[in-house]
Antibody, heavy 116, light 112 residues
């Protein structure tokens, strides 16, 4: 199993960014997937979840601004980040939902910096 | 939402010692299927975050037997027996009983 995030970078407040998580080594379409973030020097925060059937759930802090999606043909998970705020600055990780409802595999993370 | 409290920000340990990291939930993490939806994760610099324990006490594949998860209801513990230098890391608990899923604040294991 391998998860590789990309798409991070420096972005101004109010702007948008789209993160990708490329999955390999397993049947991507069969698994739910999560995004988690970690602000610099801080702990882990769950951001969003998409089920294998594309049902979605969001943390209150990002609801209405972020959109999680997936393309099973491309084995790729996405996170669209809109109306970015400085407090969204963090490393963003994708993780697979294990069969026993825990986060069994994680990517290495991608940095998003929101600053003018 | 369910709050997870990891009381200790840091714990100091010598190689070979045993250490316990606690995680307290604001409500029971026991589901009607009889399982606790509490898992433990290890973060080491330069490595991907690793799942250690799920359902409070089940080790994931390949995790050494010195990692032991225990507890029930609202009180959970990750014990590491015979600590090795490679165990120096950040440890987080996570509840997946109810969304929004929540993590503890983390406990940093450091060498004495």
């Amino acid at each position: 199993v391998q998860l590789v995030e990309s798409g991070g970078g420096l972005v101004q407040p109010g702007k948008s960014l789209k993160l990708s998580c490329s999955a390999s080594g397993f049947t991507f379409s069969s698994y739910g997937m999560h995004w988690i973030r970690q602000a610099p020097g801080k702990g882990l925060d769950w951001v969003a979840y998409i089920s294998s059937s594309s049902g979605t759930v969001y943390a209150d802090a990002v609801k209405g601004r972020f959109t999680i999606s997936r393309d099973n043909a491309k084995n790729t998970l996405y996170l669209q980040l809109n109306s970015l705020k400085s407090e969204d600055t963090a490393i963003y990780y994708c993780a697979r939902r294990g069969m026993s409802n825990y986060f069994d595999y994680w990517g290495q993370g991608v940095m998003v910096t929101v600053s003018s | 939402q369910i709050t997870l409290t990891q009381q200790a920000e840091s714990l100091w340990v010598s190689p070979g010692e045993k250490v316990s990291i606690t995680c307290r939930a604001s409500q029971s993490l026991l589901y009607t299927d009889g399982k606790h939806y509490l898992s433990w994760y290890q973060q080491r610099p330069g490595q991907t975050t690793k799942a250690l324990i799920y359902h409070a006490s089940i080790r994931t594949d390949g995790v050494p037997t010195r990692f032991i998860g225990s507890g029930s209801g609202t009180e959970f513990t990750l014990s590491i027996e015979d600590v090795q230098p490679e165990d120096i890391a950040l440890y987080y608990c996570l509840q997946t009983l109810k969304k929004p899923y929540t993590f503890g604040a983390g406990t940093k294991l450091e060498l004495k």
